[in-house]
């Protein structure tokens, strides 16, 4: 099976953390994402382990909460250590509501707003993450108004292309995210920060891509941001603290995806840094990392039910489910490849379909060219596979569409961690 924690009953009945699925959609109703909260912590540790081991107690894993945010998930967060990384007030207000603490937030974005800005510094959160001068200027004018010393890193673009696709390639010297190296603009946004009085420069941060699998793309930019660190240093006579290397490790979404060890990158990766530092006769900076969707990606299912299964022969075969792009957009913006299982037993005959949504557009695809049983009807079950990141929170109300509840498996016992919207849930902001 695609991860450790799908597997099939002796009836040949799907389970997901040893669960069985048909039971958990006849409890919740359909569309349903399961969360195994006993991966996200098994992941959880995962990452704690390798820093632990890789870095000693000079370094801290947040989670990037953009992967999927709500209470529950803050609240493992907070259990399991990590820190947490967030890119709105309502990323920091779940977080804080879920009790998770305000100095292991971290908050990014490249378009803050003042209200942003003013609700972060009054919420006391650790850290802002500075994309641009802009940003500097307001924070300065914000913080000093409420007599504030607040801590930030700076976002640079170590100009690294990171191979993977476009709308989450981030670490090019010309895209939207951060300020870039190149042109001497580095270290006029580092001079600027530091001539700002209540805010403190912690260190530098930076964000490649998502979904990256080559090898070399995090030590490349080690070796970028070293040497800025080493101009920084020369220049300015400014020592790096904090180096947060952002997130992005991929995860496997079909059979034939590959593998990476994470533990083993992250070693690979501390003794190039290590090494990059001693060369550059710099100290070895507190080292932070920001991943989402390799904490939370193989946590999820999402169940839905067959609607209709549509022949058109000669031409082609569609099953259509209650859910779709309102649920999971990723194949609609990016064409991500995603596995599809049969709830019930795998066994005879199989056909390809397109597996498509219930949207009033033909753009609705959850995955085109599945494999399915040659006789799913309506009423049968499918599942489609490691949905736990940037589903939920990429999820949408189109065609009025109630989100689906998320229910979280944790040791054997199932409880609901996001209800399902409602009818009135709909209507409950309209005047
Ligand atoms: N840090 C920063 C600054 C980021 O922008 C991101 C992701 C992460 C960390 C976490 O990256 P991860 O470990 O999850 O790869 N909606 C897209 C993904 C967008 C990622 C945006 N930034 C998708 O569904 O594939």
Same mark, same amino acid.
């Given at each position: ?243 947060? #290397?952002? @997130? ?14 994470? %533990? !083993?990158? $992250? =070693? ?86 397109? #597996?498509? @949504? ?14 399915? %049983? !040659?006789? $799913? =009807? ?54």
């Amino acid at each position: 099976m695609l991860t450790g924690n799908i597997q099939r009953d002796e009836f040949g009945e799907l389970c997901f953390a040893g669960q069985n699925v048909r039971s958990l959609a006849e409890e919740y109703g359909t569309p349903l994402y399961l969360m195994d909260a006993d991966r996200i912590r098994f992941n959880c540790r995962l990452y704690r382990k390798a820093f632990q081991e890789s870095f000693g107690e000079n370094a801290l894993p947040l989670y990037a909460s953009k992967a999927a945010s709500f209470r529950q998930i803050c609240r493992i967060m907070a259990e399991e250590g990590l820190g947490i990384d967030t890119v709105s007030r309502g990323e920091i207000y779940t977080a804080l509501s879920a009790g998770f603490p305000a100095e292991k937030i971290y908050f990014h974005g490249d378009g803050k707003t003042d209200e942003d800005i003013r609700y972060a510094v009054s919420a006391r959160i650790g850290f802002f993450i500075v994309d641009n001068e802009t940003e500097l200027e307001c924070l300065q004018a914000e913080a000093a108004a409420q007599g504030v010393r607040q801590k930030v890193l700076l976002r640079i673009t170590p100009g690294i292309d990171p191979h993977t696709y476009e709308a989450v390639n981030t670490g090019k010297v010309d895209v939207k995210f951060g300020v870039p190296i190149a042109e001497g603009l580095g270290l006029r946004f580092v001079k600027k920060a530091l001539a700002m009085d209540v805010i403190e420069v912690a260190g530098l941060h930076c964000h490649v891509g998502s979904m990256v699998f080559d090898e070399m793309v995090f030590e490349d930019t080690v070796d970028h941001m070293v040497s800025f660190m080493k101009e920084l240093h020369n220049t300015l006579g400014f020592v790096t603290q904090e180096l947060n #290397l952002g @997130g992005g490790y991929g995860v496997r979404y079909l059979e034939s995806d590959k593998t990476i060890d994470i %533990p !083993a990158r $992250i =070693k690979a990766l501390a003794e190039h840094i290590r090494q990059r530092i001693s060369e550059a006769g710099l100290s070895m900076p507190y080292i932070l990392m920001e991943p989402g969707r390799s904490i939370v990606a193989d946590a999820g299912m999402t169940v839905y039910t067959v609607s209709t299964v549509k022949h058109l022969t000669g031409l082609k075969n569609y099953v259509i489910i209650d859910g779709g792009m309102a649920d999971n957009p990723r194949y609609c913006l990016y064409q991500a490849p995603y596995t599809a299982l049969p709830v019930s037993c795998e066994e005879g005959s199989k056909e390809v379909f397109d #597996l498509v @949504g219930r949207c009033c557009e033909s753009g609705d695809i959850i995955q085109p060219e599945v494999k399915l %049983p !040659a006789n $799913i =009807k309506r009423g049968d079950l499918v599942a489609v596979c490691t949905t736990g990141a940037y589903n939920y929170s990429m999820a949408s109300n189109y065609n009025r569409l109630g989100r689906p509840p998320v229910v979280m498996l944790q040791g054997g016992e199932h409880f609901v961690a996001v209800r399902r919207e409602t009818l009135e849930d709909l209507c409950a902001l309209d005047v």
